[in-house]
């Protein structure tokens, strides 16, 4: 999968899935917000990431690492509650961003072999 096609399905999952936690909660919390703003800012990377943008490729990877570690919190606290759909909902989000970490990775590893190849 092409990196910035991992980035751009991530963003979505994160505002779609962020902003369905937030407007279907009883008592939600803003910091239920986080995951659709950082989806928000992939978004506007986008372009960047697809032009293979160096810069803007480590922002996008430093933004997807940080929501990966800071959705841990929200899925034990859904576990912890017994909440079906918010385990399912914090799951998905995780799933994506891992996917789209790893796409990041492999991209960035395969552009340090082609330039160690190149030399």
């Known amino acids: 999968m092409k990196v910035y096609v991992a980035s751009l399905v991530n963003a979505m999952v994160l505002v779609g899935f962020g902003l369905w936690g937030y407007l279907g909660s009883e008592a939600p919390s803003k ?7 950082i989806g928000v800012v992939l978004l506007s990377l986008y372009k960047g990431i697809k032009k293979e943008d160096k810069i803007v490729a480590h922002i996008a990877v ?3 690492l940080l929501i990966l ?6 899925l034990t606290a859904s576990m912890g509650s017994g909440d ?6 914090v799951s998905i989000m995780l799933l994506t961003t891992l996917i789209a970490l790893v796409a ?3 991209s960035f590893i395969a552009v340090r ?3 160690t190849a190149k030399e």
Do not use: N, Q, S
Request: hydrophobic content about 55%.
């Open 31 to 37: 910091t239920a917000l986080i995951p659709v703003i």
């Open 62 to 64: 430093l933004l997807t």
């Open 69 to 74: 570690g800071g959705l841990m919190k929200p």
């Open 84 to 89: 079906g759909m918010a385990i399912l909902r």
């Open 104 to 106: 990041f990775i492999k």
């Open 113 to 115: 072999r082609a330039r």
